[in-house]
């Protein structure tokens, strides 16, 4: 863990639960039944497929917001 961190570590991930409960949903399988099932995960897969997420509509939906793409990807701040 580094030495300084933005957050403080909450007490759920201090104490060990929150890497015991990561571990057991992997185990069983649960994240896995989870990304076909909840709507938010099955609306970014299509979303994923449809290329919502490509480079080229990244910068499209960038450059609508008018952050223009740079060499250094500095966008807005130049």
Do not use: D, E, H, N
Request: hydrophobic share 40%; aromatic share 8%; no cysteine.
């Amino acid at each position: 863990m580094k030495a300084f961190r933005y957050r403080a570590p909450s007490v759920r991930r201090l104490t060990g639960v929150t890497a015991v409960k990561r571990s057991v949903k992997r185990a069983t399988g649960v994240s896995q039944v989870q990304a076909w099932t909840k709507p938010a995960r099955v609306k970014q897969r299509i979303k994923q497929q449809a290329g919502l997420y490509s480079p080229a509509m990244r910068v499209a939906r960038q450059t609508a917001k008018g952050k223009f793409p740079t060499f250094l990807g500095l966008g807005k701040f130049l």
